[in-house]
T-cell receptor
Framework: DADVTQTPRNRITKTGKRIMLECSQTKGHDRMYWYRQDPGLGLRLIYYSFDVKDINKGEISDGYSVSRQAQAKFSLSLESAIPNQTALYFC??????????????FGPGTRLLVL | SQQGEEDPQALSIQEGENATMNCSYKTSINNLQWYRQNSGRGLVHLILIRSNEREKHSGRLRVTLDTSKKSSSLLITASRAADTASYFCATDSSGGSYIPTFGRGTSLIVHP
């Protein structure tokens, strides 16, 4: 089974709708992240969480919110979707040991289309 | 803003040739990581190199890090068609929260 899973894998929605993307991990990592990928722009950080009670905004958090329901679950919400939020969304996890950032493990991605 | 920038943006080679891609960054780092992404798929981790390391190998991959020049290179030797993918570097700045920041990637095409 995959270590980091994302649901749904594909989603089409309309402008103004609220949607939630979910991420679960079995790595036992404290750190979780949400990234967005647009063609030619690489990955940009939306939100990250160091543990259940520690959630932080990334460089492009406007229009998004998150919830860390448990160590293993980190959800991303678009309160009122707009077309320029059409993108590929990735969840990732990582460990942080002895003051060092470790490898990030990525989910398979959610392809979102906002009409 | 993106900390790391890969160069070239696109690279096209024949099977069996070596592929070299570079990553430059702006501020001091703790770690630099290279990832591969097949079209529309998730990112797969290749190599992590610490700021106090200069070179690491993994199979046909060789990564170098020059902190004085704030740059890294990824060399894929004896490339195969299956190496066709996008390659990203990710850096986490020292003195901060160690959040990896990604570049825009190098798109590699290996022709059979």
């Amino acid at each position: 089974d995959a270590d980091v899973t994302q649901t749904p894998r594909n989603r089409i929605t309309k402008t103004g709708k609220r949607i939630m993307l979910e991420c679960s991990q079995t790595k036992g990592h404290d750190r979780m992240y949400w990234y967005r990928q647009d063609p030619g722009l690489g990955l940009r950080l939306i939100y990250y969480s160091f543990d259940v009670k520690d959630i932080n905004k990334g460089e492009i958090s406007d229009g998004y919110s998150v919830s860390r329901q448990a160590q293993a679950k980190f959800s991303l919400s678009l309160e009122s979707a707009i077309p320029n939020q059409t993108a590929l969304y990735f969840c990732a996890t990582s460990d942080f040991t002895s003051g060092r950032q470790e490898t990030q493990y990525f989910g398979p991605g959610t392809r979102l289309l906002v009409l | 803003s993106q900390q790391g920038e890969e160069d070239p943006q696109a690279l096209s080679i024949q099977e069996g040739e070596n592929a070299t891609m570079n990553c430059s960054y702006k501020t001091s780092i703790n770690n630099l990581q290279w990832y591969r992404q097949n079209s529309g798929r998730g990112l797969v981790h290749l190599i992590l190199i610490r700021s106090n390391e200069r070179e690491k190998h993994s199979g046909r991959l060789r990564v170098t890090l020059d902190t004085s020049k704030k740059s890294s290179s990824l060399l894929i030797t004896a490339s195969r068609a299956a190496d066709t993918a996008s390659y990203f570097c990710a850096t986490d700045s020292s003195g901060g929260s160690y959040i990896p920041t990604f570049g825009r990637g190098t798109s590699l095409i290996v022709h059979p």
